[in-house]
């Protein structure tokens, strides 16, 4: 209820039909991954690739349909980009092989690069120190140190993720502690911040899955979590308009 209080005030302004798809884009993810976890639950793996795919593709249309609606401006135009290279980690994690892997993290990396450049260009990053950084800093560590006995060859490259996720959920939160943000607003950066927490925790999952103990109830919430993030990243374009970072 809050999430549809917040959109009925975003400026969703010029085309309502622009919106309307951004919806239908959002129920179609819902249903790709009820039905990605009932096809990992019985092992089809061939829905479990389609399914997969479907809910990435969703939610870039979604984030894109939401863009167009708004005056050209960066935060829009990062967050694109963000799910697009989000979406091809997606592809690559459908893999099982090490390299699969590497690469799927590889791309995940660069969604969240591309979402600390998005929340830089509505908010400079000398604001992003708050009393709320210590949440994801202590959490990051927290997780390193569970992790850490299990990495072996991939302790760097999971090391420098960490960083990149801490960052992110770092500067979501500043938005909502530097609230109302000029170019994204209040509720733009509520919905910007949840987002990139449920990225930081649906990582968790992955984490256990790949490297502490592989299991379906990893993914069986890990992967929800995973999607209602992205989709809440790209609804926080619905609140966009063009302008310079304050």
């Not at 830089?120 to 800093?137: C, E, K, N, R």
């Not at 202590?138 to 390193?144: E, K, R």
């Not at 449920?198 to 999952?205: I, K, Q």
Request: glycine fraction near 8%.
């Amino acid at each position: 209820m809050i999430i549809l209080d917040l959109l009925a005030r975003a400026p969703l302004a010029r085309d309502t039909s622009a919106v309307a798809f951004a919806a239908i884009a959002t129920a179609a993810c819902a249903l790709f991954v009820a039905l990605l976890v009932v096809c990992d639950y019985r092992g089809a793996r061939v829905g479990e690739r389609v399914s997969k795919l479907g809910a990435s593709a969703a939610f870039i249309a979604c984030g894109v349909a939401l863009a167009l609606s708004q005056a050209p401006g960066a935060f829009a135009g990062f967050v694109v980009a963000g799910l697009v290279f989000a979406a091809a980690g997606d592809a690559w994690l459908l893999g099982r092989g090490q390299r699969a892997f590497a690469f799927g993290l590889g791309h995940f990396l660069c969604a969240h690069l591309a979402y600390i450049a998005a929340a830089a260009s509505v908010l400079p990053p000398t604001s992003w120190m708050t009393p709320l950084t210590a949440v994801p800093v202590i959490s990051a560590l927290a997780a390193l140190t569970w992790l850490s006995p299990h990495l072996t060859s991939m302790r760097a490259p999971i090391c420098l993720y960490v960083a990149a996720i801490t960052t992110t959920a770092i500067a979501g939160l500043a938005l909502v502690w530097s609230v109302p943000v000029p170019v994204l607003g209040t509720g733009g950066a509520i919905l910007f911040a949840a987002g990139a927490l449920c990225f930081f925790v649906s990582d968790l999952a992955v984490a256990r899955n790949r490297f502490v103990a592989p299991g379906f109830v990893n993914r069986a919430w890990g992967r929800p979590t995973y999607y209602t993030g992205q989709l809440l990243i790209a609804w926080s374009t619905a609140f966009a308009s063009a302008g310079p970072a304050a």
